[in-house]
Each structure stands twice: as structure tokens, then as C-alpha cells.
Nanobody, 121 residues
């Protein structure tokens, strides 16, 4: 079994910064893509950022230039540095990882429990 624990959310004023972390633990042979999603009340869950196993990153247009995704493979952890936060960024942020277990070739996908980010004055 694999568990993803995301953390680092909180309440900040517009223009502030937060750094989210998501650590994976368990029987992990390899982690492929790691992603961050967010879901605001009454809205669909949207992809925010992706980082591949090779370190290639992709961002939603709404966060380009403000958010940075990174990963530490030795720690099985993905980060999301969020700068210049806006009220529209308010949402529950979820990490997702594609994981291959030892002895298998199929990728399984796991979700973190979510961490609340609130941006308000």
C-alpha cells in the first residue's frame, strides 16, 4: 500500500506565498508523473501542475509564472511553491502520483487527502 500525505496549506493575504508538500510512502519501485490539482467549492477538480519522472514541468495558464512544481526523488516528495497568491487560488489542493510497485509494471494512481489554501484579506 502507498500513502500520499499533502500538507502546507493555510490562510494568507493576497500576494503572499505558500509551499505545499506531498510525501509518498510505502512499497514504491518507481514514481512516474507527480501532479497537483485543486478544487474550489462547487467546481470541478482542475490540474494545476505536472512534473514528469524526468523533471519536465507543465502548468495551467492560470498559475504560470507564479507557481513552481518540483520533486525530490530521494524523498518521494513533490512540492508546489505558490507565490503572488490571489483570492481565485483559494481551493483544496490535492497531490496525485503514478506509482509502480515492486515486481509490477502497471502504474497505479494515488491521491493525497487534500490541503486547504485560503487567500483573503
Amino acid at each position: 500500500q502507498v500513502q500520499l500525505v499533502d500538507s502546507g496549506g493555510g490562510s494568507v493575504q493576497p500576494g503572499g506565498s505558500l509551499r505545499l508538500s506531498c510525501a509518498a510512502s510505502g512499497s514504491i519501485s518507481r514514481i512516474n508523473d507527480m501532479e497537483w490539482y485543486r478544487q474550489a467549492p462547487g467546481k470541478q477538480r482542475d490540474l494545476v501542475a505536472v512534473i514528469t519522472s524526468g523533471g519536465i514541468t507543465h502548468y495551467a495558464d492560470s498559475v504560470k509564472g507564479r507557481f513552481t512544481i518540483s520533486r525530490d526523488n530521494a524523498k518521494n516528495t513533490v512540492y508546489l511553491q505558490m507565490n503572488s497568491l490571489k483570492p481565485v487560488d483559494t481551493a483544496v489542493y490535492y497531490c496525485n502520483a503514478g506509482i509502480i510497485h515492486y515486481g509490477f509494471t502497471q502504474t497505479k494512481y494515488y491521491w493525497g487527502q487534500g490541503t486547504q489554501v485560503t487567500v483573503s484579506s
